[in-house]
Structure formats: structure tokens, C-alpha cells
């Protein structure tokens, strides 16, 4: 079976970046940078890891007006990435042009299009922490809102947690990739992930693909903590 996962190279250290990726190719789908490692190592640090050869994900979650989306999202088409991510809340206008800028980036490159996912709601948010923020609904609702909504715009996927891909999957078709992180095996602390669950349920949700980060970085032998998910996969 061939892997499903992403690991997430959450690392401030190029290097540290990419002697993880190394040590995981063949082990993993391929690897994903987010926010942490884009602040310290920026576009360059991208670079350095996409020149590994391993598909990339590069998790951003832009937000903002859609003129200043579209034109970070211009940037990204620059790394080529196979997956990016912008925020389904920052609204349908937002999200179209997101899409048509990481569309219009591959076209002038002459290359397949980098698939835009919308995130949902963050992994780390239960009921209580969205009551917060002032959502009166549930979160699945908040989800299938927002999956739909995505849909309509145009985007290629979605980021949702393991407890609504069924769902999601049910509300968009086959069509949309469906990414899930709130990854966690039963051997795993879950930290500030809050929904959460094991890879192979995660898998028979529907999920197309899987993030995985701490379980995998954070053990003594990363290699061994990817076998083991393999492992525990098949
Ligand atoms: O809802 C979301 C969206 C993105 N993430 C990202 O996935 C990884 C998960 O890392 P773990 O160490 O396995 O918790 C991380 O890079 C997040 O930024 C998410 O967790 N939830």
C-alpha cells in the first residue's frame, strides 16, 4: 500500500528539515511545511527541501482580503508546491481567488496546477473553544458549511479533522481531496489536538490523505514511528 501520510516538518532549522525528510523518504507520501518553518526559513528554506524530490505540501492557511490572497498565493505557484492551504472562513470571494491564482501560477510555468485546500475548522477546536469565538452551531455543521461553500468557490479540497471527513465526504463527493491532520496513534500524546484519531480510523472515514507530525518527528527514531503507522495501516 502506498503511504498515505505527509509528515509535518514543523522545525525552525533548514537543516533539521530536511534530515528528517531524508531519513522518512520511501517511508511517507511526502512532506509538509507550515507556518513554523516558513517564518524562519522562508521561500529558500522551500527550496532547499522541495530540492529533496519528495512531494511537498506547503501549509500556509492564508486569510486575508482576496487581493492580497491572490497575490500570496502568485508566490506560492512560484515553489511548485503539490498542496497549499488557505482558510475556508476568510470567505467564497477569498477562496476564488486563491484557486484562480494558483491556477493562472501553473498555467505560466507550463505544470500541474498545485491543489488548493480550504481548512475547515482547526483540529485543535472543540465545541467549547468555538462557543468562544462566537460559533452558536455545532462544529460539523460549521464544517459542512464551510466544505460546501469551498466547493461553490472552486477549490481542490479540504483540511478537516478524522470526525467529520465521513460527512464532509457525503456533503462534496469523490471529486475533493479530503486531507486530515488531528492525527494520533493509539501510542501517541495528543498534545493540543483536540479532534482527533487513530491513522486506520482516520482512513476508513474517508480521508484521502493524512498529516502526522509530533508522533513522527518527536520520537526517538522517527524511521521506526513512520514503520509503525505503516505498520498499523495495512
Ligand atoms: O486543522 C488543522 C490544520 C492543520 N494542521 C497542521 O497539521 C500538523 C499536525 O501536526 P501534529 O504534530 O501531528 O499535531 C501541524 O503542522 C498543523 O499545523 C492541524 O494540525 N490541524
Not at 128 to 154: H, I, N, S, W, Y
Request: overall charge neutral; hydrophobic content about 50%.
Amino acid at each position: 500500500m502506498t503511504s498515505p501520510v505527509y509528515v509535518a516538518l514543523d522545525t525552525t532549522d533548514v537543516a533539521q528539515a530536511a534530515a528528517l525528510a531524508t531519513g522518512l523518504k520511501g517511508l511517507v507520501a511526502g512532506v509538509k511545511l507550515g507556518l513554523e518553518f516558513f517564518s524562519y526559513c522562508g521561500p529558500r528554506g522551500v527550496e532547499a527541501i522541495a530540492d529533496l524530490g519528495m512531494p511537498l505540501f506547503l501549509d500556509l492557511k492564508l486569510h486575508d482580503i482576496p487581493n492580497t490572497v491572490a497575490g500570496a498565493m502568485r508566490g506560492v505557484a512560484k515553489l511548485a508546491p503539490r498542496l497549499t492551504t488557505i482558510h475556508a472562513s476568510g470567505g467564497f470571494a477569498m477562496m476564488q481567488a486563491a484557486a484562480e491564482a494558483a491556477r493562472e501560477g501553473a498555467a505560466k510555468a507550463n505544470r500541474s496546477a498545485t491543489k488548493v485546500l480550504a481548512v475547515t475548522v482547526l483540529t485543535s477546536l472543540d465545541q467549547p473553544a468555538m462557543a468562544e469565538v462566537g460559533f452558536g452551531g455545532t462544529v460539523l455543521d460549521q464544517v459542512k458549511r464551510l466544505a460546501e461553500l469551498a466547493q461553490k468557490a472552486g477549490v481542490d479540497g479540504l483540511v478537516c479533522s478524522p470526525h467529520e471527513v465521513a460527512h464532509v465526504r457525503d456533503v462534496v463527493g469523490s471529486d475533493m481531496t479530503l486531507v486530515v491532520p488531528g492525527i494520533r496513534p493509539a501510542w501517541a500524546e495528543a498534545g493540543d489536538q483536540k479532534r482527533f484519531m487513530t491513522p486506520k480510523e482516520a482512513l476508513k472515514a474517508g480521508a484521502d490523505l493524512l498529516v502526522i507530525g509530533r508522533p513522527i518527528t518527536g520520537a526517538t527514531n522517527p524511521a521506526d514511528a513512520a514503520r509503525r503507522i505503516a505498520e498499523e495501516l495495512r
